[in-house]
């Protein structure tokens, strides 16, 4: 890895190339008369020293270039004023050491900078908080034993990540690395899944199957949503981890596995040990060493490196190019909850460079609740029993049924009129230019502030008529019948204010526009303010 020094500053530039140097490191120098652009492009570097001047525009110009080329930009500042310097951070810069520097300590800190770069070019872990710098210690230290690890943190914190880099940096890097949600499998085949099975074990067991741990011996398997597990499994689990082997389902001889186990959970595993929802003696085994990983609201210093990040690889993916994001965007960004944490991010920026516009991403580019600091919620659906013949469906399968299929509708219907407009990025709403991407990660019926949206519910058979403000769901109703009412709802709700509709609804005052002309619904006689 190699480090660019400026000579803006001659004399602590020099001794700390000297340093460098002598400790093996790959350096370059560049003279401020120089072309510095030049130079970058020349040598590539993965960390640049700035030694003077780093309150520049230019120098600033290159510091936010090099942040979006994946370089580390380090100044050497010229005060010891903690608001300045955090301001230089604030600026681009990763590091600030205030003069007169101790080239040892700096050297240091620029070498853990630099193995920091390495591990996280390895494993995918990005971040420069200290959440995340205390993660990636505890990989280089737990990476190559074979204890069992537990990692700790909410949906979207990258735990399968983590669990890779251990494997990625472990002894067991060549061997197989095997995934398994065990939360996202029914008890009646999760123990056949983790086990595997003999031949006629059970009814459609056709023939024997090897299950995870077989497959991962030698490696590693990571058990995803461990606190899932069902009682009876979380035994036989325990036996694995402490003997090394099993029984196949249907078996009679046992199976010697060597596997290293990292599992992984969104709930607190202690306190549901403490409820008795969980076994201690499984708990105490698999939290041997233990990670926690923070959720991106905690460390908001990481937003606009995991940004840079994932334009680069969508850039690239897409072959897209991307203009940048505003300050102000940015630190829109920087300062919302993210309760969907690093995947939220994610899949923002993939819809931000996939429909970038022609121009720098400005305030109004991003999604409504990023805009007005909070995120979106779903508009309320109450949806009683359905019963058709003999079948009942349950008011929680036909909201979430009822839910998806519209907000899907209004997504593909979006998409296909922007498509259709000449591939824009953005739509206006008709007010004021305010512009939505399309990849916007807020449901597409979203609730306004300050307004009471319609109750939407199945309507039974001994139903007469419905309440006032209620929005019925009959068996055979058509997508478009229900679409056509809830907007119509949604317009006596706001005594015909198509704005405060649309911002209901969550769509633009244009697409509800052009939603009544498509059902001929008339745009009057909804009662006025």
Avoid: C
Wanted: aromatic share 6%; net charge negative.
């Amino acid at each position: 890895m190699k480090v660019l020094l400026t000579l803006n500053d001659v004399e602590p530039a020099v001794r700390l190339n000297a340093v460098l140097e002598r400790e093996g490191v790959d350096t370059a120098v560049v003279s401020p008369l120089d072309d510095i652009r030049g130079a970058l492009r020349r040598e590539k570097p993965d960390l640049i020293v700035f030694s003077g001047e780093l309150s520049d525009p230019s120098t600033i110009s290159i510091v936010k270039e090099q942040l979006w080329d994946g370089a580390v930009p380090v100044g050497l500042a010229d005060t010891t004023d903690p608001s300045h310097i955090e301001r230089l951070r604030a600026a681009g810069y990763v590091d600030v050491f205030p003069k007169p520097i101790n080239v040892e300590d700096v050297a240091g800190s620029l070498r853990r900078v630099l193995e920091r770069r390495r591990l996280q070019r390895l494993t995918g872990l990005i971040g420069e908080s200290d959440g995340m710098r205390e993660v990636m210690v505890q990989v280089e230290q737990m990476a190559p034993v074979s204890s069992t690890v537990l990692i700790e943190g909410e949906s979207g914190t990258g735990k399968e990540l983590v669990a890779r880099a251990l494997h990625m940096l472990s002894p067991r890097r060549a061997k197989p690395f095997i995934a398994e949600n065990v939360g996202a499998l029914p008890e009646t085949l999760l123990e056949s899944e983790l086990f595997g099975h003999e031949k006629g074990a059970f009814t459609g067991a056709a023939e024997r199957r090897l299950g995870r741990f077989e497959l991962a011996d030698t490696g590693t398997l990571f058990l995803d949503e461990i606190g899932e597990i069902p009682s009876a499994t979380q035994v036989k689990l325990l036996r694995v981890l402490e003997e090394r082997e099993f029984m196949r389902v249907g078996g009679t001889s046992p199976i010697s596995v060597d596997v290293r186990v990292i599992a992984a959970t969104n709930q607190p595993l202690r306190e549901l040990v403490e409820g008795g929802h969980f076994r201690a003696d499984l708990f105490y085994r698999l939290n041997v060493l233990r990670i926690y990983l923070p959720p991106l609201r905690e460390r908001p210093e990481d937003v606009s490196l995991l940004v840079r990040r994932f334009v680069q690889d969508y850039s690239k993916q897409y072959d897209r190019p991307f203009h940048g994001i505003a300050l102000e965007a940015m630190q829109k960004l920087v300062e919302y909850p993210w309760p969907g944490n690093v995947r939220e991010l994610r899949n923002l920026v993939e819809s931000m460079v996939v429909l970038a516009p022609n121009h720098e991403i400005q305030v109004n580019d991003l999604p409504r609740h990023f805009r007005e600091g909070g995120a979106a919620r779903l508009l309320p659906v109450h949806i009683g029993p359905l019963v058709r013949g003999q079948e009942q469906a349950s008011g929680h399968e036909l909201e979430f049924i009822v839910r998806r299929l519209l907000e899907l509708k209004l997504q593909v219907e979006e998409l296909r009129r922007r498509v259709g407009d000449g591939g824009g990025a953005t739509v206006g709403n008709g007010a004021g230019g305010d512009s939505r991407w399309i990849g916007d990660v807020e449901p597409a019926v979203a609730l306004g502030p300050g307004y009471n949206p319609p109750v939407v519910r199945a309507i039974e058979p001994r139903d007469q008529a419905p309440p006032p403000n209620v929005v019925t769901v009959a068996p055979g109703m058509k997508m478009a019948e229900f679409e056509r009412a809830v907007i119509e709802a949604a317009l006596k709700e706001t005594r015909g204010n198509r704005r405060r509709a649309a911002d209901m609804l969550g769509i633009g005052e244009r697409t509800l526009y052009r939603k009544i002309k498509e059902y001929r619904m008339p745009e009057e006689g909804y009662g006025s303010e």
